[in-house]
């Protein structure tokens, strides 16, 4: 009756926790090599698993955490990858339990990617003293100065570490990646996108950070993490970079809210970014949504345009 009762845990198990789809349970060693990943959640979500892993991030240093949605059609094949990149404060929970992606991934059949904002626990001197630098607020840059170069590296990681790790342990199609993002995510996904042509099949934001070199936001950051040198910091300023774009054509889809409290504080600079597009004849279409403000109830109230979005090109 035991041995009963232990294959059905361990069958319950293996349908719960389908991190490979090769009948190996998330952290369990296959021959000689080791899963990376250890999976701390999963919940049934719009017919797929809402999931979230832990791993040792060769780039950052420290463990991470990273949201992985699996819809329904993975469990049969590869599915197109979107990647999510959360703004100042989040981490990897904001997205999966707030913007409601899910059910469009599922219908569409894309797995969503979401990782946390930043290293954390890395014990450098003033980490966690300000809200908008350090701890929660890596700005998506490879950082050049001490002592924040050695672990806030989150460009790599996010371009490269991370979509390796994703192929590597799930039904990832490596051909089809897209990027989105919220504030200073919507400004870690236009420049992933613009300093990599032809990696990302669509790219979209929610009220992004869209010239940080002119913002109070983007200059605090960059003087942190890039020195006071501000033409470095020209590599990771969308502006600049749609200026000097000359890659595959990339359409931009943004919205905006119209109430949002930090455009109105000029941290958002959305014309900059449009005027610089219209110059290099960059497709985007810009969305001033009418009342919305700078929250997740306005990144819930329009996600699924951005889905709808992304799976245009994804599944094309």
Not at 41 to 64: A, I, P, R, W
Not at 177 to 182: K, L, N, P, V
Request: proline share 6%; aromatic share 12%.
């Amino acid at each position: 009756m035991l041995s009963g009762l232990r294959k059905t845990v361990a069958a319950t198990f293996m349908k719960e926790c389908p991190l490979q789809y090769n009948s190996f349970p998330c952290g369990l060693a296959k021959g000689n090599r080791t899963m990376t990943l250890v999976q701390v959640s999963s919940n049934k979500c719009s017919g797929g698993y809402q999931k979230v892993f832990e791993h040792d991030s060769t780039e950052l240093k420290c463990k991470m955490k990273v949201a992985v949605y699996l819809p329904p059609k993975a469990e049969n094949e590869k599915c197109p990858v979107f990647y999510w990149l959360s703004g100042l404060t989040c981490t990897e929970q904001n997205f999966i339990t707030k913007a409601g992606s899910q059910q469009a991934a599922s219908e569409h059949g894309i797995i969503i990617v979401a990782p946390d904002t930043s290293p954390r626990g890395c014990n450098i001197e003033g980490e966690d003293e300000s809200w908008d630098f350090g701890t929660g607020a890596g700005f998506y840059v490879n950082a050049t100065q001490e002592p924040w170069k050695t672990n806030y590296c989150m460009y790599t990681y996010v371009t490269e570490e991370l979509p390796r790790l994703i192929n590597t342990n799930f039904p990832a199609d490596p051909e089809k990646m897209s990027i989105s993002g919220h504030s200073m995510g919507g400004h870690g996904a236009l420049i992933c996108a613009l300093k990599n042509p032809g990696k990302y099949k669509a790219v979209s934001a929610f009220a992004p950070i869209c010239n940080p070199i002119q913002c109070a936001w983007g200059q605090k950051a960059f003087s942190g993490y890039l020195g006071e040198d501000k033409k470095t910091w020209e590599a990771y300023d969308a502006t600049v970079l749609a200026a000097s774009y000359s890659g595959p054509q990339l359409d931009i889809l943004i919205d905006q809210g119209r109430d949002d409290q930090f455009l109105s504080a000029s941290q958002l600079l959305p014309d900059n970014l449009i005027a610089a597009c219209s110059e290099k004849k960059i497709p985007v279409v810009f969305r001033l949504q009418p009342g919305y403000d700078h929250s997740y109830f306005f990144i819930y109230s329009f996600i699924t345009d951005h889905i709808k979005h992304h799976a245009k090109f994804l599944n094309a």
